[in-house]
């Protein structure tokens, strides 16, 4: 398994499935990186396993870590790339779904610009891997070809970001809403690739809605 920082552990109970939120930093960074993003989701979580994961491959020049090589990368051979990748991330999020005795329906994934990728195209997979997604400043890898019908798509993305422009968060939300997704898309005005004190307050916010609308579902 990749390594991890468990930013919190609350004690097991076998009366329900735990919640479980994985954290997914970006290209070239390492699990502390969204510690500051953990700490807040545990006190605003405080009965849920947060973990902030590693990305298992070290980039090319030996600063950070990465799910996948982004050297000479292109629009064509993005795809293939996270096809290599993904059966490492799904094997890593089953792994803590185990140790957190967390289903897929209590779980969320947390993901920063490569972590949001990996996130984003783990629902086209065929399987529901989590409840919630979170995607910060990411994007598909190919424009999305399936409504994950039991997860729900949260996108938050920084109009000023040259990375990942707003306007591919744009154009998944719409094609998200033609399949019939549950998506939402939060834009942040003068917003680069970073995250900053309105994206975290907005997370939760975005989770305690999901909790209220599960709980009176």
């Not at 009965?47 to 000479?72: D, I, N």
């Amino acid at each position: 398994m990749p390594e991890a920082l468990i930013i919190q552990r609350p004690a097991t109970t076998t009366a329900r499935s735990q919640e479980l939120l994985l954290l997914f930093h970006g290209v070239g960074s390492n699990a502390q990186d969204l510690e500051p993003l953990g700490r807040l989701l545990a006190q605003q979580r405080p009965h849920a396993w947060v973990v902030s994961v590693q990305a298992p491959l070290a980039t090319e020049g030996g600063r950070g870590w990465q799910w996948f090589s982004v050297m000479g990368i292109t629009e064509a051979n993005r795809p293939a790339r996270i096809v290599e990748a993904m059966p490492r991330f799904i094997e890593t999020v089953t792994y803590w779904q185990r140790q957190a005795e967390a289903d897929a329906a209590s779980t969320t994934l947390v993901g920063f610009s490569q972590g949001s990728i990996m996130a984003l195209e783990a629902t086209q997979q065929g399987r529901t891997l989590a409840g919630r997604v979170v995607a910060i400043a990411g994007r598909f890898a190919q424009a999305p070809r399936r409504a994950p019908p039991d997860t729900v798509l949260h996108l938050m993305q920084g109009n000023q970001d040259r990375v990942m422009p707003m306007a591919l968060a744009i154009a998944a939300t719409a094609t998200l809403q033609s399949l019939g997704a549950r998506v939402t898309l939060d834009e942040f005005p003068g917003l680069g690739h970073g995250v900053d004190a309105r994206v975290l307050h907005r997370i939760a916010e975005r989770l305690d809605e999901d909790a209220r609308s599960e709980r009176s579902a």
